[in-house]
């Protein structure tokens, strides 16, 4: 009796839930919600044995696990090349019809499903006799992680298939996403309870389901979009579109604005429209999936590499809101050059929320016009950098103010220097507080000597409290003089001590980067370290020497000279000794044998590339003896595509260029027997 009252319940849950959750049209109120539920549970505990896996009070969450366990997929997750154009997009249509050349009633059956490019995270979903018995993230497309426990609180995600028959088995994929709303109400909370904020929803959606506690995942307000079906047992289908409808009778959430075009000249039509509603959607999307309708052509097609040939990404431009421009402060950095940013009031742009912006000097304020109070546009450039676009003069009441840079430094109070010729304003003061504190962040930061706990809170609380005015003073640091400060503990104290004391084992190229010298950063300092080996070689070089290194330049080498030749950074360089920093390059056994192994080899790099940049990837191809060129041509070794390299990478492929990800990259580079870095 009881445990047809449980099935009963279980399955009358899911079905407001399912109206409630992914139709959007409640079909009872909260409280008879509630009461089904609070009855289902107490029947779960006086009788364990009635519980299921798929039984809604689940959805919670149970206990935290150590570690996911790797999920190998049932079928690769696939990857997709990108379209930024319409061109693009009739150049992907021609060349599947080109595939397709030999069937003409194919390319004549041929029609595209257009969809919402949902940005979240790829997972999959495996359902075994209508049940949930497994979810995966994507990982490397063959290996991902189990978050079965996680995905099970997401409300979308149908724990067992709405239908009477089932198929023996099926894999669903799609993507879990934090909606707009969501991301903001959490965000809220955040700042209630002190903590950073998460910079976009997806950001925000990948550490909910990465959570180990799936009671604390369970709390992210994250849904589902089902976008696919993988391998399946038990049913077949004939089309992407008739899968999706299938899916949504089971019980899924599939996206509303998708839709089939007849030509790639109606998916183009369906790209713009979705671009134009894309602000108020109230997700974030990045783009739009094109995919060939009818699986039967898929399969024809085929895939190249990890891309299919029968879908294409179209990538969104870079996203635009506007918002008020409420402040322009003034930021002194390491060299004392004095930065305008914009103070904004924050908004969401292309999913990253945007409250500052850098306005680099009075030259670019000016150009652009800009007055505090303005109605100001504010884009991401490539979906990174926000950038102030200009004002809206449209919108101006006239309580607008012109803005000057300070005559005074904001820190110290120091005079503010502009050198002829420059467009950039100083602090004159070599003594500048807010110099100091810069350098010192610098040090510590990711980038430098990547020192945990030692975030910029941190570093002004420590500043402020007279403990520490030059990053070397760090190392001299006792968790005593700690505990006391605000934001310590006697363990967070102990911690930090312990994060500095390791810092020391950084390689030389990283505690020469950290430095601050100017023009000598993450790209070149391990030019110069592996050249001279250690700081005494360095500090003997002339600039001439300096110059003969690829690579370096009369502006690096000068700055660099110049720098070790002040009698209070070769003091500096004696206490940096003492406390054991490493000031030498570690032999590098390997370096030699390897550094030709790309020899001959010739790269071009495109896109951007996430691990360090262009810059970088040029310096470690040429430390193998690879070359790195502008234009691809037949001659070529491989196209390096990082994210939004579109054009050349259209090109490489007509010319037969193997093109590399970024991932595989860095595959190659281990592969040339790069020194681990
Ligand atoms: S289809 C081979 N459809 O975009 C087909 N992907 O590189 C692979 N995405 O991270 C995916 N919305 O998670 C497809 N409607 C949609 C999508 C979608 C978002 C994501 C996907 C993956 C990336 C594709």
Redesign the pocket.
């Known amino acids: 009796m009881s445990a047809e009252r449980a099935e009963f319940l279980r399955s009358e849950i899911d079905r407001l839930a399912h109206a409630y959750y992914a139709l959007d049209s409640p079909v009872a109120d909260d409280a008879t919600y509630d009461e089904l539920f609070a009855e289902l549970v107490a029947l779960e505990e006086a009788d364990p044995s009635l519980l299921t896996a798929d039984s809604p009070s689940q959805r919670v969450g149970g206990t935290a696990l150590e570690m996911f366990s790797p999920a190998p997929h049932p079928a690769p997750?696939?990857?997709?090349a990108n379209a930024k154009s319409a061109d693009d997009l009739r150049a992907f249509d021609a060349r599947v019809r080109r595939l397709l050349g030999d069937d003409p009633a194919a390319a004549y059956a041929l029609t595209y499903a257009a969809?919402?490019?949902?940005d979240g995270?790829?997972v999959s979903l495996i359902y075994r006799d209508g049940i949930l018995e497994r979810g995966a993230t994507?990982g490397d497309g063959v290996t991902g992680e189990d978050i079965t426990a996680n995905l099970r609180t997401v409300r979308s995600i149908p724990l067992r298939l709405a239908m009477a028959d089932p198929p023996a088995m099926i894999e669903v994929r799609g993507?879990v996403y934090l909606p707009d709303a969501g991301f903001q109400r959490l965000n809220d909370e955040r700042t209630a309870a002190g903590l950073p904020l998460y910079m976009n929803p997806r950001n925000a959606a990948a550490g909910a389901v990465r959570q180990l506690d799936s009671r604390e995942a369970s709390r992210r307000p994250l849904a589902f979009f089902a976008?696919?079906v993988g391998v399946s047992d038990g049913i077949t289908f004939d089309s992407q579109s008739g899968a999706m409808a299938w899916l949504g009778q089971a019980g899924f959430v599939v996206?509303p604005r998708s839709s089939v075009c007849a030509d790639i000249e109606e998916v183009i039509v369906a790209v713009e429209a979705l671009g134009i509603e894309r602000p108020t959607i109230g997700y974030e999307i990045d783009g739009v999936?094109i995919?060939v309708d009818q699986l039967a052509i898929q399969r024809r097609l085929g895939a190249a590499g990890k891309d299919?040939r029968w879908?294409v990404?179209f990538k969104f431009p870079p996203s635009q809101r506007t918002t008020k421009l409420l402040d322009i402060a003034v930021n002194v950095g390491r060299s004392g050059i004095l930065i305008p940013v914009a103070v904004l009031e924050p908004v969401l742009v292309g999913g990253t929320r945007v409250s500052s912006a850098t306005l680099h000097n009075q030259e670019d304020i000016d150009r652009k016009g800009l007055r505090i109070g303005d109605t100001v546009i504010i884009q991401r450039a490539g979906d990174v950098i926000p950038q102030v676009v200009g004002p809206v003069i449209a919108e101006r009441d006239g309580s607008e103010r012109q803005w000057t840079m300070p005559t005074h430094c904001p820190a110290c109070s120091g005079p503010v220097t502009k050198v002829p010729g420059e467009v950039a304003h100083r602090c004159s003061n070599e003594d500048c507080s807010n110099r100091d504190l810069e350098r010192i962040k610098h040090w510590v930061g990711r980038d430098s000597m990547d020192i945990e706990g030692a975030g910029v809170g941190v570093v002004s609380t420590l500043y402020a409290a007279g403990l520490v005015r030059r990053p070397i003073d760090l190392y001299s640091l006792r968790a005593d003089q700690l505990v006391d400060l605000e934001g310590f503990g006697a363990r967070s104290a102990e911690k930090l001590v312990a994060a500095i004391a390791g810092s020391v084992n950084q390689p030389f190229s990283r505690v020469l980067r950290s430095l601050g010298i100017p023009h000598v950063g993450r790209t070149v300092s391990p030019l110069l370290t592996r050249r001279f080996c250690d700081i005494e070689g360095l500090s003997a070089a002339s600039v001439e020497e300096v110059c003969q290194i690829d690579g370096v330049g009369p502006m690096i080498a000068e700055s660099l000279v110049g720098w070790l030749a002040l009698p209070a950074n070769q003091l500096l360089i004696q206490e940096m000794r003492a406390v054991g920093l490493p000031l030498a390059e570690e032999e590098q056994p390997e370096a030699s044998v390897s550094s030709d192994s790309l020899a001959g080899k010739t790269f071009v790099l495109t896109g951007s590339l996430v691990s360090g940049g262009r810059d970088l990837a040029k310096a470690r191809i040429e430390s193998l003896g690879g070359k790195v060129s502008g234009s691809i041509s037949a001659k070529t070794t491989a196209l390096i595509c990082g994210e939004g390299g579109g054009g050349k990478r259209a090109k490489a492929e007509g010319l037969g260029v193997a093109v590399l990800s970024e991932d595989e990259f860095e595959q190659m580079m281990v592969e040339a027997g790069e020194a681990v870095r």
């Open positions: 997750m696939l990857s997709l969809e919402p490019k949902i995270l790829a994507r993507e976008y696919a996206n999936v995919k299919p879908a990404a």
